[in-house]
């Protein structure tokens, strides 16, 4: 069994800072992609932020400059620091994490938390 369970978000007015974390806890043998994803009330969700297993990074082009994504490997943990947020940025976050449960067979399946409400007041 595993969780994600994502912690960080709240109420923050435009151009301040919110850092999110999301852990992942139970029968883990090994994290592919950590990524974050947002989704706007009415809107589809997004990819913001992803980080492979060894620190490469692509971000949406709507938060590149102003979010950084990074990861503990020793903690299956990662983080999304937010800084100069904007009213657009309003959304729930999620995190998501392709991991395999067992070495043999090295099978990676995709888990989800569930989410982490970020509102900006401009």
């Known amino acids: 069994q595993v969780q994600l369970v994502e912690s960080g978000g709240g109420l923050v007015q435009a151009g301040g800072s919110l850092r999110l974390s999301c852990s992942a806890s139970?029968?883990?043998?090994?994290?592919?992609?950590m990524a974050w994803y947002r989704q706007a009330p009415g809107k589809q969700r997004d990819v913001v932020a992803t980080?492979?297993?060894?620190?490469?990074?692509s971000y949406a082009d709507s938060v590149k400059g102003r979010f950084t994504i990074s990861r503990d490997n020793g903690k299956n943990t990662v983080y999304l620091q937010m800084n100069s947020l904007k009213a657009e940025d309003t959304a729930v976050y999620s995190c998501?994490?392709?991991?395999?449960?067992?070495?043999?067979?090295?099978?990676?399946?995709?888990?989800w938390g569930q989410g982490t409400q970020v509102t900006v007041s401009s």
């Open positions: 139970g029968t883990i043998a090994s994290i592919k992609t």
């Open positions: 998501n994490a392709k991991l395999a449960t067992t070495w043999f067979p090295l099978v990676t399946t995709t888990y």
């Open positions: 980080i492979t297993s060894d620190g490469g990074t």
